[in-house]
């Protein structure tokens, strides 16, 4: 029986891949502006970077995939669930 079904294993296997491209495109949009080594990756989504609609618009999609992983792991216990989403 499975307990897990394939999407949630999907959702969740789409959440990293989501992030890191995003980083990676709006990295490309700042240019040499950005430095990975001194700044975190939410200097991407401020106000006036060149990706900031780009690291948004992944972290949002980021948001959506965690929720959907909780949504659907029913296996779990509730507070793993709570914790996740």
Same mark, same amino acid.
């Given at each position: ?6 999407? +949630? *294993?999907?959702?969740? #296997? ?7 491209? &995003?980083?990676? =495109? %709006? ?15 939410? +200097? *991407?989504?401020?106000? #006036? ?7 948004? &618009?992944?972290? =949002? %999609? ?24």
């Amino acid at each position: 029986m499975l307990l897990v079904p394939r999407w +949630v *294993l999907l959702s969740s #296997g789409f959440a990293p891949l989501l992030l890191i491209a &995003g980083w990676v =495109i %709006a990295a490309a949009l700042e240019g040499s502006a950005y430095d990975p080594v001194t700044q975190t990756i939410s +200097v *991407l989504a401020a106000y #006036g970077a060149s990706g900031s609609w780009v690291m948004t &618009g992944a972290f =949002i %999609a980021l948001g959506v995939c965690h929720l959907l992983t909780a949504w659907g792991l029913r296996a779990a216990a509730a507070a793993g669930r709570a914790a996740l989403a």
